[in-house]
């Protein structure tokens, strides 16, 4: 079993950047392909950005979120981080991490992802 809890989230204002953590524990951490989700109020769980374990831990975006939010994970840590620049009041939402025990996926979809965290709320104020 893999315990995910992600820290970072706050009140920010627009145009500030953010760093949001998600600290693991149990599991073979490295092996894992990681993921950010993100749910708005009122709207569904969107994918944000994922790492998996290639070559080079490359990154992979939902288009929409390209150039605006970046990721990365450090395995000596058992932690992913998800930047966000130029925060915008719709980037509003609880950020959730989710872990794949499939470290090859590019999956951007919720339910190829065997575990979660509880989510971090950011809340942008313009």
């Known amino acids: 079993q893999v315990h995910l809890v992600e820290s970072g989230g706050g009140l920010v204002q627009a145009g500030d950047s953010l760093r949001l953590s998600c600290a693991a524990a149990?599991?073979?951490?490295?092996?894992?392909?990681l993921g950010w989700f993100r749910q708005a109020p009122g709207k569904e769980r969107e994918f944000v950005a994922g790492?998996?374990?290639?070559?080079?831990?490359?990154?992979y975006f939902a288009d929409s979120m390209r150039g605006h939010f970046a990721t990365f994970r450090d395995d000596d840590k058992n932690t992913v981080y998800l930047y966000i620049d130029s925060l915008k009041p719709e980037d509003t939402a609880v950020y959730y991490c989710?872990?794949?025990?499939?470290?090859?996926?590019?999956?951007?979809?919720?339910?190829?992802?065997?575990?979660w965290g509880q989510g971090t709320r950011v809340t942008v104020s313009s």
């Open positions: 790492v998996n374990t290639w070559h080079r831990r490359s990154a």
């Open positions: 149990g599991g073979t951490f490295s092996t894992m392909t």
């Open positions: 989710a872990a794949d025990d499939n470290g090859n996926s590019q999956s951007q979809y919720g339910g190829d992802f065997d575990y």
